[in-house]
């Protein structure tokens, strides 16, 4: 699943979520009740995380009182190792020039050249030791 490079990909959360909780399925993993780390993007009343837990900072839209209702969850620790192997993987992904500068209109073929930049991280990690 790809979005244009010039759009947000939150529109895409829900389809992808979708896909995500059924390879969880056949595989035989039950994902409920399970944190899932998002940025502020997703925080939204719209998006339905299918039983799992969000572990979104809150963001106040301007208001100076928080919102009713029950607190939510928040764990920095959490945000913060998520923000980290994020951070990692677009190193990684910074040495292929190519996707780098994103010289490709079409997103089935930038997919592509990630997935084998993708790759090649793995090989280089796994063929290492």
């Not at 790809?2 to 399925?25: I, K, W």
């Not at 990684?92 to 930049?117: M, T, V």
């Amino acid at each position: 699943m790809t979005a244009p490079g010039n759009r947000n990909e939150s529109p895409l959360f829900q389809t992808a979520l979708t896909q995500v909780m059924s390879t969880a399925r056949t595989v035989g993993i039950d994902l409920t009740q399970t944190i899932v780390s998002l940025d502020g993007d997703y925080d939204s009343r719209t998006h339905l995380y299918r039983g799992m837990v969000p572990n979104i900072n809150e963001n106040l839209r301007g208001r100076k009182t928080p919102t009713r209702g029950p607190k939510r969850l928040f764990d920095s620790s959490i945000f913060q190792e998520r923000f980290n192997t994020i951070e990692r993987v677009f190193a990684w992904e910074d040495k292929f020039k190519r996707l780098l500068l994103r010289s490709e209109r079409i997103s089935g073929l930038h997919y592509a050249l990630k997935s084998l930049a993708y790759t090649m991280i793995n090989l280089r990690h796994f063929c290492q030791g």
